[in-house]
Nanobody
Framework: QVQLVESGGGLVQAGGSLRLSCAAS????????MGWFRQAPGKEREFVVA????????WYVPSAKGRFTISKENAKNTVYLQMKSLKPEDTAVYYC?????????????????WGQGTQVTVSS
């Protein structure tokens, strides 16, 4: 069973930056893609960004383009989310997920594994 462990969340002022990390436990980890989702209180989990594990191709939600950057280190089985110019509306629990399916990486239902989540709070 693959375990994903996120880290790097915290409290930051609007306009600030944070970098989230998500490390997978398995040595032979090779999903189709890994993604970051977020869930604010009272809202559904929403897609933010994903990256294809082999090709490095990426998918971004429009609100994340230009502010968020996803990257990976295959040798470390780790994916990163660099966030800058953070806004109060970015406040949420951020989850990383891994999918072995090659379709619909923007859908949370397609993901096979999830981390426990890390809180990001952006103050105004």
């Amino acid at each position: 069973q693959v375990q994903l462990v996120e880290s790097g969340g915290g409290l930051v002022q609007a306009g600030g930056s944070l970098r989230l990390s998500c490390a997978a436990s398995e040595r032979t980890f090779s999903p189709y893609a890994m993604g970051w989702f977020r869930q604010a209180p009272g809202k559904e989990r929403e897609f933010v960004v994903a990256i294809a594990w082999s090709s490095g191709g990426t998918w971004y939600v429009p609100s994340a383009k230009g502010r968020f950057t996803i990257s990976k280190e295959n040798a470390k089985n780790t994916v990163y989310l660099q966030m800058k110019s953070l806004k109060p509306e970015d406040t949420a629990v951020y989850y990383c997920g891994a999918t072995n399916k090659g379709t619909y990486v923007m859908r949370s239902q397609e993901y096979d594994y999830w981390g426990q989540g890390t809180q990001v709070t952006v103050s105004s």
